[in-house]
């Protein structure tokens, strides 16, 4: 059937502009609330600033949380606090973006790769076991698309073991595990606000955590490590120290106004994305070699991505179908190639491809389809007719 016929092989695109598998849902709330910070005081960090991170310590129950300028920033920051350093190893996933083990990266700690649990794709806490060393301090899962990582597990490894455990939440916000927010597991968790995730900032992060201690720690490497009312503030009202090497990791109080009313609608996006989600898994449950994403345990997750497996029964391999979406105008994206395929981590710490066969096998297959709250019934129909032609055309 010529109208059927993938545009990769010579039929027309099943839509004309282009989806991307993300995409930020900004209304006129939003718009607003930010016009008003603006003409505020402070368009840098200043009192929306602190009503954001009081709203998100409130919704993810800790008692503590320091907005920064990324998801990045917020990693280092978080493993400086915890005292990562040169010689330390701390664990985490190969199945990320190259922020993650950053956080071990930047305080000059090594990161020491673990591979993965094949159905939930994230940590491993077997494999954990198997890398850890006298030299282990830390460790950083992430919660791949969403997923919550085996939390009773790690933490049961941490507490063997005396480690450190920041969450890299940044897929996470809105998730939440036996009934308690993700991000409130200890020691401390980040979060993510880039356009694609589950709520924006333009650019932005948040450490959380209830140890006050590690809090104003963030806080201050936040902010130039500056001490602004040292005990001599009584006497010489201008004066500040400079004892350590902080960061301008600020973000302005027009961001935080744009969080604030993004906030708001957490529980709409978390509708939208599980509705979208309902239909891509009704679509594609039955279609021979397509794994649609695991059913989560004690948990209700608000997923981030959507990302399928494509395996040789689909009828091609995984590049292929990239490559098949793509002239369908259909962005498809894979999360993540993985990190010791990167010659960063190659050159400075010797890993080479072929240590973590899980994550390559699942490497090897995934690929994450659109999915985001302002996509309509025409997108989500979109996707769905572009993967079953693709399908069809390998099938007959
Ligand atoms: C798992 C993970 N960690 C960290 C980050 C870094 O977040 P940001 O882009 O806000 O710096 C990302 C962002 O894409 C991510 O996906």
């Given at each position: 059937m010529k109208g059927d016929t993938p545009a990769r092989y010579g039929g027309e695109p099943v839509r004309s502009e282009t989806i991307g598998y993300g995409r930020q849902s900004i209304t006129?709330?939003?718009?607003?609330?930010?016009?008003?910070?603006?003409?505020?005081?402070?368009?840098?960090?200043?009192?929306?600033?602190?009503?954001?991170?009081?709203?998100?310590?409130?919704?993810?129950?800790?008692?503590?949380?320091?907005?920064?300028?990324?998801?990045?920033?917020?990693?280092?920051l978080a493993g400086q606090a915890a005292g990562f350093s040169p010689g330390e190893e701390i664990l985490t996933t190969p199945l990320t973006f190259?922020?993650?083990?950053?956080?071990?990266?930047?305080?000059?700690?090594?990161?020491?790769?673990?591979?993965?649990?094949?159905?939930?794709?994230?940590?491993?806490?077997?494999?954990?076991?198997?890398?850890?060393?006298?030299?282990?301090?830390?460790?950083?899962?992430?919660?791949?698309?969403?997923?919550?990582?085996?939390?009773?597990?790690?933490?049961?490894?941490?507490?063997?073991?005396?480690?450190?455990?920041?969450?890299?939440?940044?897929?996470?916000?809105?998730?939440?595990?036996?009934?308690?927010?993700?991000?409130?597991?200890?020691?401390?968790?980040?979060?993510?606000?880039?356009?694609?995730?589950?709520?924006?900032?333009?650019?932005?992060?948040?450490?959380?955590?209830?140890?006050?201690?590690?809090?104003?720690?963030?806080?201050r490497l936040r902010s130039f490590d500056i001490e602004y009312e040292p005990d001599r503030h009584v006497d010489k009202p201008w004066y500040q120290v400079a004892d350590g090497i902080g960061y301008n990791y600020n973000i302005t109080d027009f961001q935080a106004a744009l969080g604030l009313a993004q906030l708001e609608r957490l529980e709409e996006f978390k509708r939208q994305r599980d509705k979208i989600i309902d239909r891509y898994d009704e679509a594609f449950g039955e279609i021979d070699g397509l794994r649609t994403p695991p059913t989560p345990v004690d948990s209700e997750p608000m997923y981030h991505l959507y990302v399928l497996e494509v395996s040789d029964e689909f009828g091609c391999s995984r590049k292929e179908f990239v490559h098949a979406m793509h002239a369908e105008n259909i962005g498809v994206q894979v999360h993540y190639v993985p990190l010791h395929y990167h010659p960063l981590f190659q050159k400075k710490y010797d890993y080479s491809p072929g240590e973590f066969p899980v994550t390559e096998r699942v490497y090897r297959k995934i690929v994450s389809l659109p999915l985001f709250p302002g996509m309509d019934v025409d997108d989500v129909r979109d996707v769905v007719r572009a993967v079953k032609r693709v399908n069809r055309y390998f099938s007959d």
């Open positions: 006129d709330h939003e718009k607003a609330a930010v016009i008003s910070a603006l003409e505020g005081d402070y368009i840098t960090r200043g009192p929306t600033v602190t009503e954001f991170e009081d709203k998100v310590a409130k919704r993810i129950g800790v008692d503590h949380a320091i907005a920064t300028t990324s998801g990045t920033s917020a990693l280092h190259v922020s993650t083990a950053l956080t071990a990266v930047y305080t000059g700690a090594t990161p020491v790769f673990a591979d993965i649990d094949p159905h939930s794709r994230t940590l491993d806490p077997e494999a954990v076991r198997r890398q850890l060393t006298a030299s282990s301090a830390g460790l950083v899962p992430m919660h791949y698309a969403g997923h919550p990582a085996d939390i009773e597990g790690l933490l049961s490894l941490a507490d063997e073991h005396d480690l450190t455990v920041i969450w890299d939440a940044c897929h996470a916000f809105g998730g939440s595990w036996r009934d308690e927010p993700l991000g409130a597991q200890r020691d401390a968790a980040v979060f993510s606000f880039h356009p694609v995730k589950n709520i924006t900032t333009g650019e932005g992060g948040m450490v959380v955590t209830n140890d006050g201690g590690f809090a104003s720690r963030v806080r």
